[in-house]
C-alpha cells in the first residue's frame, strides 16, 4: 500500500509544484540537548513524603550513601534529621504508626522478603521487628487508633501461606490472630482493628469469603464465587457493620458497592463508570464519610461523593492546575495535607496545604535537575485490533515532534508488565531517556490490561504470545502505516512480561523487529511456572485457567515459550536480570542466552548478583540504561 500511495503522489506533482517544493524544504526539528542518562535514572532528591499523625513533622526518603533513607524534619524548620543509615538497599516502604516513631520494610538484595524495622524520629534508636531469614513481612493494618500496634502477616510459620499478627511496638512482642489453615489469601480488620473477614481460595480457582461477627466467633462461610468475579471489600463502613467494595459481580465494569458481608449480597452500587473500572476509594476517618473514587481513562480521574472533598482538590487546583494533583497524606486531624503535582513531563513537587491557614507551601522539587521544557510529550492513541478490540495507548515523540509531522522515526515498542497490569500517563523515566535520545516509545494497553472490565481482562486468558501479541504486533503495523515508524529501525524492549513479550515479538515477527531488550523477562513457561515463589503457589490453578495448565495445555505453552523457538530469532538481544529475582528466576534468563548462543544469534547478557526483580541500585540502573542505549543505538539508531 505505501508503494501505491507514492505512486499516487507522483501523479500530483506537476499540480502542487510549489506546496510540494515547500513541504520538501520542511527542515526536521533540532534535536534536543542530549541530557545525561543518570538525570533519568538517579534517585530523586527528596521523594515519599508523609506526615505525622499531629501534623507537626513530616518525613521523606532522600539518597545516604547512594540509598533511598528516610529523613524526619519538623515543620517550620530548616534542618532534617535522617533516622535510618541503610547502604545496601534502599527502603522499599515506610509510614507513621504513632508519632514518636517510623516503621519501614527493606529486603535483601531484591529476594523481596521483606524485615520490619523501627527508627525513633529522633534517630536514636533503630530495631528489627521481624528479623527472620526466608520470611516476607506484610503491614495489613496500621492502626490509626491504637498508637503502638500494627497488624502484620508473614510466612514464617509457612512459606506459602500468611499468618496475620498483632505487634506491639513497645515491647515488640506479637500475638498471632488466627493460623492459615493453608487456603486464606487475604484478612481484613474492622475500624477497630478486630479481625473479622478471610478471603479463602477454594477448588483451586474460587473465592470464599468468610465472616465473623467477633473475634471470638466461628468462621462462616458467606459467599463463593469464581475468581473471575471480582468482590474486593475495601473497608468497613462507619458502623462496623457492611463493608464498602469495589465489584464486578454481575456487571463488567467493577464499581463502588455497600456489601452486606454477613449474608453475601450487595445492598447498593453507589459509583460506576460505563467504560473504565473504578480502581481507588477513599474515605474521610475523622468525619466517618466516604470521600472519593478513582478510575484511569488516559488519565487518572476521580468521582466525588463528598461536597467538602471536592472543594478541596478545587482549592488545589487554582494554584497547581497545570498539573495532576494527588492528596498522598494527611495528619489524623485532617486539615493539613501533603500534596503530589506531576505530569507527563515532570516527576512534579511536594507541598504541603494547611488548611486552618488556606496556606499552599511548596516543600520541593521531586527532581530539580530535571528541566520540564526538554521532555517531550506524550500522546494517548488508540487503534483495532486485527480481531477488532480497540487497544489504548501512549505515544512519546521526539521534543519537537508532533503525531502529524512525525515520519520514518526510530520506535521502540513497550509493552508493559503484569500482563495483568496496565500503563497510565505520567512521568516514565525510562519513556523520556529513550525520547531524548530520539526514540519514539510505543505503549499499549494488550487485552488482559486492567482497568477495561472483566470481558477485556479475560481475552487475554490463554492468550500468551498469541493474541496478546498479536495485540502488540498490530500497535506495530499502525505506527508504520501512519508514518511514523521507520519500518526497518524498530526495537522491542520490556519487562517482566514486558521481557516475555520482547522474545516473542522478536519469534513471531523476526523482519518486523530490528532489536530486542528483555529485562527480567519470562522465556519458559514451565520452568517459570515451577519456580514461582512459594506464596504464589496456592494460587496456581487461576494462572493455569488465566496462562495455561503445564499439562493440559502442554503443547500451547511450549509454542508460546521463546526458549523452544529460538530457531525463528534473527534480531539480536539484551538481556539484563537480576539473580535474587523470586519471580522471574535467574534461570529463564539463562536458559535463553545458552539457547541463542548454541545457535549463533547475537546475544548480550546483564546479570546483577545483588538485584532481584527489575534493578533497585541506582549504580545498576545506570550500567543497565548505558547498555541499553548503546545496544539501540547500534541496532535502530541514526543511520545518517
Given amino acids: 500500500m505505501r508503494k501505491i500511495n507514492l505512486s499516487i503522489l507522483a501523479l500530483l506533482i506537476t499540480a502542487v509544484a510549489v506546496v510540494a517544493s515547500s513541504c520538501n524544504m520542511e527542515k526536521k526539528p533540532e534535536k ?71 516503621l519501614y520494610l527493606k529486603d535483601d538484595g531484591g529476594n523481596e522478603n521483606y524485615k520490619l524495622y523501627g527508627a525513633s524520629i529522633d534517630g536514636s534508636e533503630v530495631v528489627c521487628f521481624t528479623d527472620f531469614e526466608d520470611v516476607r513481612t506484610q503491614i495489613t493494618e496500621t492502626l490509626p487508633d491504637i498508637e503502638d500496634e500494627v497488624i502484620i502477616e ?23 490472630l488466627a493460623e492459615n489453615p493453608g487456603n486464606i489469601q487475604g484478612w481484613m480488620f474492622d475500624h477497630d482493628g478486630k479481625l473479622r473477614v478471610a478471603f479463602a481460595i477454594t477448588d483451586g480457582v474460587n473465592v470464599t469469603y468468610l465472616y465473623r461477627e467477633t473475634e471470638q466467633d466461628e468462621w462462616s462461610e458467606v459467599l463463593t464465587t469464581s475468581f473471575k468475579d471480582e468482590l474486593s471489600p475495601r473497608f468497613f463502613d462507619f458502623e462496623n457493620k457492611n463493608v464498602i467494595a469495589t465489584s464486578n459481580i454481575g456487571r463488567d465494569k467493577s464499581a463502588v458497592v455497600v456489601f452486606d458481608i454477613a449474608n453475601g449480597e450487595e445492598v447498593e452500587e453507589l459509583y460506576s463508570h460505563p467504560d473504565y473500572d473504578v480502581e481507588g476509594v477513599y474515605f474521610s476517618r475523622k468525619d466517618k464519610k466516604l470521600t472519593s473514587a478513582s478510575y484511569t481513562s488516559w488519565k487518572r480521574e476521580r468521582h466525588f461523593f463528598d461536597e467538602e472533598t471536592k472543594k478541596l482538590f478545587a482549592r488545589l487546583e487554582q494554584d ?9 497524606g494527611k495528619n489524623k486531624a485532617e486539615d493539613v495535607f501533603i500534596i503530589r503535582t506531576y505530569s507527563d513531563k515532570s516527576l512534579g513537587a511536594y507541598y504541603i496545604y494547611d488548611m486552618n491557614t488556606d496556606k499552599l507551601e511548596k516543600i520541593t522539587e521531586v527532581s530539580p535537575w ?65 525520547a531524548n535520545r530520539g526514540f519514539a516509545v510505543l505503549q499499549m494497553n494488550f487485552r488482559g ?12 486468558f490463554k492468550k500468551w504470545g498469541r493474541e496478546m501479541q498479536d495485540d502488540i504486533t498490530d500497535g506495530t503495523l499502525w505506527l ?83 526458549v523452544y523457538q529460538v530457531d525463528k530469532i534473527e534480531a539480536p538481544l539484551f538481556i539484563a536480570q537480576g539473580r535474587n529475582d523470586p519471580r522471574v528466576n535467574v534461570d529463564e534468563s539463562d536458559q535463553m542466552v545458552e539457547a541463542m548462543k548454541e545457535r549463533g544469534v547475537e546475544v548480550e547478557y546483564l546479570v546483577k548478583d545483588n538485584e532481584g526483580h527489575g534493578f533497585r541500585n541506582e549504580e545498576n540502573r545506570f550500567e543497565f540504561y548505558r547498555a541499553m542505549e548503546n545496544f539501540l543505538n547500534q541496532h535502530i539508531g541514526e543511520t545518517e
Fill in 32 to 102: 534536543a540537548r542530549q541530557i545525561p542518562l543518570e538525570d533519568f535514572f538517579k534517585n530523586p532528591e527528596k521523594t515519599a513524603y508523609k506526615i505525622s499523625p499531629d501534623g507537626n513533622y513530616y518525613s521523606y526518603l532522600a539518597p545516604y550513601e547512594s540509598r533511598l533513607n528516610v529523613f524526619v524534619q519538623e515543620r517550620g524548620k530548616e534542618e532534617a534529621m535522617r533516622i535510618t543509615s541503610e547502604t545496601d538497599r534502599d527502603i522499599a516502604g515506610y509510614f507513621w504508626p504513632n508519632n514518636e516513631q517510623i
Fill in 154 to 176: 508473614m510466612n514464617k510459620r509457612n512459606p506459602q501461606v500468611f499468618d496475620p499478627y498483632r505487634l506491639n511496638l513497645k515491647t515488640g512482642e506479637m500475638e498471632m
Fill in 320 to 328: 497547581l492546575g497545570d498539573y495532576e494533583i494527588a492528596i498522598t
Fill in 370 to 434: 530535571i528541566d520540564e521544557n526538554e521532555m517531550a510529550n506524550v500522546f494517548p492513541i488508540q487503534y483495532q485490533s486485527r480481531d477488532g478490540l480497540t487497544i489504548h495507548g501512549y505515544l512519546t515523540l521526539p521534543k519537537g515532534y508532533t503525531k502529524e509531522t512525525a515520519k520514518d522515526l526510530p520506535v521502540v515498542v513497550n509493552p508493559h508488565g503484569g500482563p495483568w497490569a496496565r500503563d497510565g500517563w505520567g512521568f516514565n523515566p525510562e519513556i523520556q531517556f529513550l
Fill in 449 to 460: 490490561s486492567t482497568g477495561y472490565g472483566k470481558a477485556f481482562w479475560e481475552a487475554s
Fill in 480 to 562: 508504520i502505516d501512519k508514518g511514523i515508524a521507520d519500518p526497518e529501525r524498530i526495537a522491542i524492549y520490556g519487562g517482566s512480561y514486558g521481557g516475555y513479550a520482547t522474545l516473542m515479538g522478536l519469534v513471531k515477527e523476526p523482519e518486523l523487529y530490528a532489536a530486542g531488550v528483555d529485562y527480567v523477562g519470562v522465556s519458559n513457561m514451565f520452568t517459570f511456572m515451577k519456580t514461582i515463589p512459594p506464596y504464589w503457589k496456592p494460587m496456581l490453578d487461576m494462572m493455569y485457567e488465566m496462562a495455561g495448565d503445564p499439562v493440559k495445555d502442554s503443547l500451547m505453552l511450549r509454542e508460546v515459550s521463546p
